[in-house]
């Protein structure tokens, strides 16, 4: 314990350093050590701190904090540093035991003095509590020797009840607009049931690195203070739970209906492994989607294939905690709780045309079966915590492919004359064997919104700048040819146009390229 505690410079006026000449002259001090029940008689242990077994009491130990002529208005405190950073997130409380006596030989009484405990990142961000501390006298009880020793109901009686601190009452300091809450400038605070919890900085109980004991003096004070049992308490540990159920149906392939819903509580792990980690939001997902098939209006032998799909997905999540924040979202006002909620809402269309099966008719298969469409259209609705979307968006693709084997488009007759005219075994290929033209439309408009919170306005949602209506054609052609037997060509050529930037060829508006890509 002991080496893990570091004496704090004593400061004054909320953080500034007492001068060494100042400390000098009034021989003030604080130390940082160690007692425990079996070295140190004095010495009584919390309540239910000491296991009895076989007739002996296990080792107890607490943190001391020694005090010499600590002037009013003078804090002195033993810090403890870690060297990763601690999430107290998964928790619902903090901790402990503590005790304060004054010195062996002091013979009058002291008003309470004021305890201080800091939890945070840094010396600049970081949660304070304050609590008058009610100081002993050393001779509170006695021994069987008639030797002094510390009382132990007064680690936990009702002048000094033990430590128990909601660590919501700690990000409750983030709701500026409550009228309890004060600003003082450099810090802000409020009161509730005898505590006085202040706020410097910005923490968070997600990044803990630090934790500081100790006193502000109301008054010159020497004594001795005692911290026992410092833990986290009432973890967050409800089972988790999911659920799933999906129905789906058809009819003669021509109609197909698919329902599914998804939930996911808090704390519900996919896995079976034990993490440290905790899952702090809830889930649920609703999908429908349906389809016919409009080729069953055609002949089977035509092998035509034209599925219309409609979808509607919805989902919903929401966090135990303020999004970027250790606020609980229990804590916030009815407005912020609806808006601290990931919802999306999405409609979708789809239409898809092509042929499977090969037509007697060449034009037909050069025209149809050679032919791909695609078209969808679709409005989504999305928000987060700080953001908002509305967006509508279509395309339409047009896909034409037209392939054939080497030996389609071999010239025997010429080949026959070039390798006996060469002595070779080569081939000579006067067509390309692969011909693909891909043209994609696609058009969106956005509608996105921002959640400003600045320090001179009112939290708002604002339109955001990226809104700007997006209509564009891209084209994808290539092109495969074997010149020889060990000699290919192969071209493919890609362009981006911006149709919102017109440029028109014979009163048809062709739009302003923007990328082209050859090789």
Do not use: C
Not at 211 to 223: D, K, R, Y
Not at 270 to 275: A, C, L, P, V
Not at 325 to 335: C, H, T, W
Not at 423 to 439: D, G, Q, R, V
């Amino acid at each position: 314990v002991g080496n893990k505690w570091i004496e704090e410079p004593i400061t004054k006026d909320f953080s500034s350093l007492v001068s060494e000449i100042e400390l000098d002259n009034n021989d003030e001090i604080v130390s940082v050590g160690i007692v425990d029940n079996q070295k140190n008689p004095h010495y009584i242990p919390a309540p239910g701190t000491v296991i009895e077994k076989t007739g002996e009491s296990s080792l107890e130990q607490s943190l001391v904090l020694t005090y010499k002529n600590l002037q009013a208005g003078h804090r002195g405190y033993a810090t403890q540093e870690f060297t990763d950073k601690y999430s107290l997130l998964g928790y619902e409380r903090i901790r402990f035991w503590v005790y304060a006596e004054e010195t062996e030989d002091y013979l009058g009484d002291y008003d309470p003095q004021t305890l201080v405990i800091r939890i945070g990142a840094n010396e600049t961000n970081y949660y304070e509590i304050r609590k008058p501390l009610v100081i002993r006298d050393y001779n509170a009880d006695i021994d069987n020797d008639m030797n002094p020793i510390m009382k132990s109901k007064y680690w936990n009686d009702e002048d000094n009840p033990q430590i128990d601190i909601k660590l919501s009452d700690l990000t409750f300091l983030k709701n500026e607009l409550d009228e309890t809450i004060i600003d003082m400038g450099n810090y802000s605070y409020y009161l509730k049931n005898g505590y006085e919890f202040r706020r410097i900085g910005n923490p968070t109980l997600s990044n803990i690195k630090e934790i500081s004991l100790g006193l502000e003096a109301t008054e010159l004070f020497n004594g001795t203070v005692y911290f026992d049992d410092i833990r986290v308490a009432n973890p967050f540990e409800e089972p988790g739970y999911a659920g799933y159920v999906d129905l789906s149906t058809s009819l003669a392939d021509f109609i197909g209906f698919n329902a599914s819903m998804e939930v996911k509580s808090e704390n519900f792990n996919t896995s079976t492994e034990r993490k440290k980690s905790y899952s702090y939001d809830s889930e649920n997902n609703f999908n429908l989607s349906g389809n016919i098939g409009l080729h069953k209006f055609f002949p089977n032998q035509w092998g035509l294939s034209m599925p219309v799909v409609i979808t509607r997905n919805q989902s919903l999540k929401l966090s135990r905690f303020k999004a970027n924040s250790d606020i609980l979202r229990e804590n916030l006002s009815k407005e912020d709780k609806e808006r601290e909620q990931t919802k999306s809402l999405s409609y979708r269309g789809s239409f898809n045309f092509s042929q499977n099966q090969k037509p007697n008719s060449k034009i037909m298969e050069y025209l149809v079966k050679n032919t791909k469409l695609e078209g969808n259209i679709q409005k989504r609705f999305s928000s987060t915590p700080t953001s908002a979307d509305s967006t509508l968006s279509y395309s339409a693709k047009h896909i034409y492919t037209m392939s054939y084997g080497k030996d389609d488009v071999e010239l025997k007759v010429w080949n026959s004359f070039w390798n006996k005219l060469f002595n070779t075994n080569h081939k000579l290929y006067f067509f390309p064997t692969s011909i693909s033209n891909t043209i994609n439309y696609n058009v969106e408009y956005p509608e996105r919104w921002t959640w400003r919170t600045t320090a001179d306005t009112i939290p708002h949602w604002e339109l955001s700048t990226n809104n700007d209506t997006i209509k564009t054609v891209t084209t994808n052609s290539n092109i495969s040819f074997p010149v020889t037997s060990n000699l290919d060509f192969n071209y493919s050529l890609n362009t981006t146009r911006d149709m919102l930037k017109e440029n028109y060829y014979k009163d048809f508006n062709i739009g302003t390229e923007k990328t082209r890509t050859q090789k």
